[in-house]
């Protein structure tokens, strides 16, 4: 039955480059899904800083203008009394909040774009692959398409983490889906696992019908590990050291 969707050999110098291509393609997929959030932040005026996996921003003129009314009716606000520019500041406070939402929205926006993109392009390309054999620019295309196995990831990585502390809440994570979910008032996941039910069918879609019955094996044990080392390579070992 196995064998009717995947062959059991494997392909020892194409599982290299697969594995390089996913140590690759976890730091690119890091790094462009934390200038998704940082496109947003630029775009209403913040200053900003992208690390080797995470962003800061600061210093918009809102957010300027709001630390400068705080600092000056700072005894009125502490006391909750009434002062000259109350009703500015909670004006300021809202225009802060939204700007967070939509900055937090950039990051799964862009990862989400990028993947939909290239699984389009690898979907008009069905046919030529199935005829021709892989070239370099399909294999490209999966890579980029997987880009939606991150939401997969969230949710797994968010389970086996509070599995680690002896409880279970697959909800109980910081990803960026839980984050809007929680800022509109939604049940937590109702954000997180519809994307990442969506990214394992994508996966699963990219790996038994766009890829080769041939490489699957291949791609799937390669494709593993090569996760797993780009994730300790990049964020744990190299990432800290050259983008602190």
């Excluded at 021709?132 to 983490?161: C, D, I, P, Y």
Aim: proline share 3%; aromatic share 14%; net charge positive.
């Amino acid at each position: 039955m196995l064998k009717k969707y995947i062959s059991l050999h494997i392909y020892p110098k194409l599982a290299l480059w697969i594995l390089i291509g996913f140590i690759g393609c976890t730091i690119v997929g890091t790094l462009t899904h934390e200038l998704g959030h940082i496109a947003f932040a630029k775009a209403f005026g913040y200053k900003t800083h992208l690390g080797y996996g995470y962003m800061n921003y600061y210093d918009s003129p809102f957010s300027i203008e709001f630390d400068t009314i705080t600092a000056r009716h700072q005894e009125a606000i502490s006391s909750n009394s009434d002062f000259l520019e109350k009703e500015r500041r909670e004006e300021l406070l809202q225009i802060i909040s939204k700007h967070r939402m939509w900055v937090i929205f950039g990051g799964p926006l862009q990862t989400i774009l990028t993947g939909t993109i290239a699984l389009f392009l690898l979907y008009r390309q069905q046919k030529e692959i199935q005829e021709l054999g892989m070239k370099w620019t399909h294999w490209l295309l999966v890579f980029l398409s997987l880009f939606w196995f991150r939401e997969t990831t969230n949710l797994a990585v968010g389970v086996l983490q509070t599995l680690s502390k002896g409880s279970f809440d697959p909800f109980g994570g910081r990803s960026d889906e839980l984050r809007l979910a929680r800022w509109l008032g939604w049940w937590e996941g109702s954000i997180s696992l519809p994307l990442a039910l969506l990214g394992l069918a994508i996966g699963m879609y990219v790996i038994f019908r766009i890829l080769p019955k041939s490489v699957r094996l291949t791609f799937l044990s390669a494709g593993f590990m090569g996760g797993i080392l780009g994730y300790m390579i990049w964020l744990v070992w190299v990432g800290p050291i050259l983008m602190p």
